[in-house]
């Protein structure tokens, strides 16, 4: 099993930066990818981007590229959400999570174990 903790959520206003961070922790070897997700009131999780472990090839959706910067720190088994230019819209529980296995990038169903989440308020 792989254990997820994020952290660095909080209460920033609109134009302004924040970074989460997830550290992982086990079976952190079998690691393919790790993708971060999000989930607004009343709305469905939603991919947000996701990083190969090995390669570091990066993957955004659409709504936040040129704002978020996914990376990772393989020594210290964590990986990050660099977050600029936030909006109000941005205001979500993110999730980071892990899979196994290759493809299928933004597609929760394909990932393995998933933290507690963090919450990101962006006040406008």
């Known amino acids: 099993q792989v254990q997820l903790v994020e952290s660095g959520g909080g209460l920033v206003q609109a134009g302004g930066s924040l970074r989460v961070s997830c550290a992982a922790s086990?079976?952190?070897?079998?690691?393919?990818?790790m993708g971060w997700f999000r989930q607004a009131p009343g709305k469905e999780r939603e991919f947000v981007a996701a990083i190969t472990w090995i390669a570091g090839r990066t993957f955004y959706a659409d709504s936040v590229k040129g704002r978020f910067t996914i990376s990772r720190d393989n020594a210290k088994n964590t990986v990050y959400l660099q977050m600029n230019s936030l909006k109000p819209e941005d205001t979500a529980v993110y999730y980071c999570?892990?899979?196994?296995?290759?493809?299928?990038?933004?597609?929760?169903?394909?990932?393995?174990?998933w933290g507690q989440g963090t919450q990101v308020t962006v006040s406008s």
């Open positions: 999570a892990t899979k196994r296995v290759p493809g299928d990038l933004g597609y929760e169903s394909t990932y393995d174990y």
């Open positions: 086990g079976r952190t070897f079998s690691v393919y990818a």
